[in-house]
């Protein structure tokens, strides 16, 4: 019994559908992680993206360099740190909340560029446009550059939501129980690992091509001009 569910052993199918609410609710907590730290990816993304767009080397370096200590070391070693050393220095986090900022922290290093080179295309037009009507400069980016700037990134941002959701695992050794935690745990317990991890991968690939025809879908939906706004 695991989680309040108990499995049938008694054939290959009986013990299939006796762990798939099991393997649900370890699906429920892949994705939450998986959204969460994403959003968290998208936000500081913007925000590094930003600073190392700022004209002042004082803003633009720091920020540089923190993206790329993100971007170049292991994931597993910054969750490690998160979860281990953060303790030591008074800050305790749950271990979810420890894996989510984990992912998001890694993957805004690599959606930062994502942003950068969305605003970096937009036109010099629409720069010059907006100094010349005498915008504000922070009117210009929510309303001008921001949505000129969205429909260009979709796919590669979509490319990266595919995968942190595929990193989420990862999340399992410190003690998260993400779908394939789960189905170790069931595993170990049972000694039949290929159904639970067969499972597994067939649920990990219905949704990464859920999540794939999303970002197709909104990719599809959103004006390449731009996102018009009232």
């Keep these: 019994m695991l989680f309040g569910f108990e499995w049938d052993l008694s054939s290959p199918l009986a013990f299939a559908l006796s762990i798939l609410p099991m393997l649900g609710t370890g699906m429920l907590v892949t994705i939450q992680a998986a959204v969460l730290g994403f959003a968290l990816a998208l936000v500081l993304g913007l925000v590094w993206a930003v600073l190392k767009s700022a004209p002042l080397r004082v803003i633009a370096w720091p920020a540089a360099v923190v993206t790329e200590f993100l971007r170049d070391t292991p994931l597993l070693v910054q969750l490690f740190f998160l979860y281990y050393v ?12 420890t894996g989510a900022l984990a992912l998001g922290l890694q993957y805004s290093a690599y959606t930062a560029e994502v942003y950068r080179a969305g605003l970096q295309a937009v036109p010099r037009g629409q720069h010059e446009a907006a100094l010349a009507l005498n915008l504000p400069p922070t009117r210009k980016f929510t309303h001008i550059v921001i949505p000129q700037a969205v429909p260009r990134i979709v796919p590669a ?13 990862v999340l399992s050794v410190v003690t998260v129980l993400e779908m394939l935690n789960v189905a170790r745990i069931i595993g170990d317990r049972t000694f039949d690992y290929l159904i639970p991890l067969s499972m597994v991968g067939a649920i990990y690939l219905i949704m990464t091509l859920v999540a794939s025809a999303g970002v197709r879908a909104l990719d599809t939906y959103l004006p390449k001009e731009g996102i018009p706004l009232k």
């Design 86 to 97: 953060l303790p030591e220095y008074g800050i305790v986090l749950p271990a979810f909340m």
């Design 157 to 169: 941002m979509g490319n990266y939501l595919v995968s942190i959701m595929k990193d989420v695992p």
